[in-house]
Each structure stands twice: as structure tokens, then as C-alpha cells.
């Protein structure tokens, strides 16, 4: 089996009002976040999600952290979080000073064990932070159960789940405040980008007053500043090529699905190949198609399998190191002496697969086939 055609893991798809809205963002000289195509990005995103209101900032990690600041989390604070997920997810809590606790994942859904969350819960946790695991959305009743009866605060991490819902609600409107990434390889992406999105106007406020370096959101542009804020700003040109993705969000969101559900139907009957269970109820957007290998009996290593997609052309991304082995946390001070058994068995023998949305169906099963004819 060959073919000539190099397979990257995820490259952006770009194919509507993207061009002409950029160049309207330069020609008229609205390059920086001023420009107009911001707050048209937020309003059509909010919409998108069914949300109040939507905070554009320049990449995700900085939305989860811009949701955090707004709702008063700091030092002294402890925040739970998967430990099977993005580091950016436990680098925005440090950027708080609170502290970033683990919980594994769930064997099926990969997504934040609900029935462990309240093991982690002290009087020191203020939030659980939910993340949507490469586009599957979380059990996200179990967790706002939990969350009313500790009196905690949930951020969803919805990084990865632009369009997915959950009983059919949109993703990112089950919280206090919810952060998006819009990195190239998202479903809806600016290159890099995020937003945070609320229906509270209070949280709305500091959001933008948090981001803008806590200028006097109210009374003149006096140079006095009462905080200590950020510049967490997105950029018109960024603004504008959201606008043009989020008027095709659905369209995207439906290829990825569709190519979710080709690589099941190429590789679900594979032994010891693995997918991520969608949790009841709810749309999985397929970000990443991701697939777990069972060595035994697929009878080659991940390892093994990777190097001979390689070779022929898929380039492939392992998954997520677990939060709990991360020098970087263990030198914060993070608590990393608990075991995490799903989480490793994810990263050990997890990886992604080409993923971008305009995938065509014949790209799709020549990568099966690989997979396939590489079993033994
Ligand atoms: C779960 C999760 N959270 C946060 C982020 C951070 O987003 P960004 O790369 O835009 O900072 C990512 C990025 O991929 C992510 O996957």
C-alpha cells in the first residue's frame, strides 16, 4: 500500500468569507482590537453557543484564565481538573496561584471521572473544570449537580468542543464562565485565538475589564488603573477570520462528524482498536480522531503502528501526558502523589489521526486501510 499524498494531523480549513473580511480588517487600517470585526466575532459566537455574551482574548489558555480572574479564584484556592487533558488547563490555574487538583478519567468517555470529583473536593476547592474531551462533551449534569451542592464554580474547558452538545445544548453554556481555543487545528479556528462566553453580565464586565489591563471600563481613559490586568486582547485581522469561520461553523462541524463516524465505521470492527465512547446523549464534534491501541491484540505496539503510519505518509500526534507527572506542576507544589491508571493506560497507548475537517472519504479509508493491513 502507498501513496504519494503526505497526511498531516490537522490543517486549518479555511473556505468562506475569510480573504475579503482580512482585507477589509487591513485596508481600512482596523488592524489592532478595535476594529469592528470583534465584537461582530463575539456577538456571532455567543449566538453560536446560545450564550449572552462573548469575550474575544488571544488563545485559549488564556480564556480559561481570564474565566478564573473574573470569578475572584487566587491564591490559596484549589481547582479541580481532569488529569488527562491539555496542560494549559492546569498552567491557566497557576496563572491564578490557586491550585490545580487531579481527577483521572473515565475508562469509556476519556472525559473527567464524575464519580471521583467529590474524593478531590476540601474546603479550599472553588471550581471544577470540565474539559470536553476532543470534542465529546462532558456529563455535564452529574457535574453542575456536584457543583451546586459543594458551592463551586464551573468553567468548562470547551477548547476542543466548538458545536458539541449535550442534551441538546450547546457546550460552554452549562457554566459560570466557559473558554474556547481557536488555534489553527480547532473545529472553528483564527490561527490562535480564544473566547471566553457567559450569560452573566457581571462576569461579561470583568472579563473585558480583566483583559484590557483593567482600563476604567466606565469613566475616562485616565491612565489610572484600580488592578492588576492583562492584555488578553484578539486582534481585528484574528476577529475577522473568526467571523467568516463561525458563519461555516456548522458546516465544519458536520465534516468532522461525518469523518468521526467514517473512521468508526473503517476501524470499528479492528481488534484491539479502541475509540472514545460518546457520553449519553450528547454530540461528540469528532476535533480528533483519536484512537487507543490494545497491543495484545492488535498484535503491534502504538509505537510500532506510529512508525509505520510514518512511513507511509500519516503523520499522527500522541496523546496527553497525565497532570500528574508534569515537572512543571511538581515544582509548583501540585499534589502528584495519587495514581492516575486511565489517564497513563490513555497516553501510553493513545494517538490521533489525520483529523482536518476537509478530509474526503477515500483520504479516510486509505489511512484505515494502513491501520488495518498493519495488524498481525
Ligand atoms: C483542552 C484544551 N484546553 C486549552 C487549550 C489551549 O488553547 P490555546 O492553544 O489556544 O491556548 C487547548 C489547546 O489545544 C486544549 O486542547
Redesign the pocket.
Given at each position: 500500500m502507498s501513496s504519494d499524498k503526505r497526511y498531516f494531523v490537522c490543517e486549518p480549513y479555511l473556505n468562506g468569507n475569510e480573504t475579503k473580511y482580512v482585507m477589509d480588517a487591513v485596508s481600512t487600517g482596523w488592524i489592532s482590537s478595535s476594529g469592528s470585526y470583534v465584537n461582530k466575532f463575539e456577538d456571532a459566537f455567543a449566538k453560536y453557543c446560545d450564550v449572552k455574551h462573548g469575550i474575544a482574548v488571544c488563545?485559549?489558555?488564556?480564556a480559561?484564565h481570564l474565566a478564573l480572574a473574573a470569578l475572584g479564584i487566587g491564591q490559596g484556592d484549589e481547582v479541580i481538573i481532569p488529569s488527562f487533558?491539555?496542560i494549559?488547563?492546569a498552567f491557566a490555574v497557576c496563572y491564578t496561584g490557586a491550585m490545580p487538583v487531579f481527577v483521572d478519567a473515565d475508562k469509556d468517555t476519556w472525559n473527567i471521572d464524575v464519580t471521583k470529583i467529590e474524593d478531590k473536593i476540601t474546603p479550599k476547592t472553588k471550581a471544577i473544570i470540565p474539559?470536553h474531551v476532543f470534542g465529546n462533551p462532558c456529563d455535564m449534569d452529574a457535574i453542575c449537580d456536584i457543583a451546586k451542592r459543594h458551592n463551586l464554580f464551573v468553567v468548562e474547558?470547551a477548547?476542543?468542543a466548538h458545536g458539541a452538545t449535550y442534551k441538546g445544548r450547546k457546550v460552554g453554556s452549562f457554566s459560570d464562565i466557559a473558554?474556547f481555543?481557536?488555534?489553527a487545528n480547532k473545529n472553528v479556528t483564527t490561527g490562535?485565538?480564544?473566547m471566553c462566553i457567559t450569560n452573566d453580565d457581571n462576569y461579561d464586565m470583568l472579563c473585558r475589564y480583566y483583559k484590557n489591563v483593567c482600563f476604567n471600563p466606565n469613566g475616562p481613559r485616565d491612565y489610572l488603573h484600580n488592578d492588576i490586568g492583562f492584555n488578553y486582547r484578539m486582534s481585528n485581522i484574528h476577529a475577522a477570520i473568526g467571523l467568516a469561520q463561525t458563519e461555516k461553523a456548522d458546516e465544519y462541524k458536520k465534516m468532522r462528524m461525518t469523518n468521526h463516524s467514517l473512521y468508526k465505521k473503517y476501524l470499528g470492527d479492528v481488534e484491539g482498536i479502541l475509540f472514545q465512547k460518546d457520553e449519553a446523549d450528547s454530540e461528540n464534534v469528532g476535533w480528533m480522531n483519536t484512537i487507543v491501541l490494545e497491543p495484545e491484540k492488535y498484535g503491534r505496539t502504538r509505537d510500532e503502528l506510529v512508525a509505520y503510519l510514518k512511513d507511509n505518509g500519516i503523520d499522527t500526534r500522541l496523546l496527553f501526558k497525565s497532570m500528574s507527572i508534569q515537572p512543571a506542576l511538581q515544582k509548583y507544589g501540585c499534589d502528584c502523589s495519587g495514581k492516575y491508571p486511565v489517564t497513563d493506560y490513555l497516553s501510553d497507548n493513545g494517538f490521533y489521526l489525520p483529523s482536518a475537517s476537509n478530509l474526503q472519504e477515500e483520504d479516510i479509508k486509505y489511512i484505515c486501510d494502513v491501520v488495518k493491513g498493519f495488524a498481525k
Open positions: 488563545n485559549g489558555t488564556v480559561i487533558t491539555m494549559a488547563t474539559v474547558d477548547a476542543e473558554a481555543s481557536f488555534f490562535e485565538g480564544g
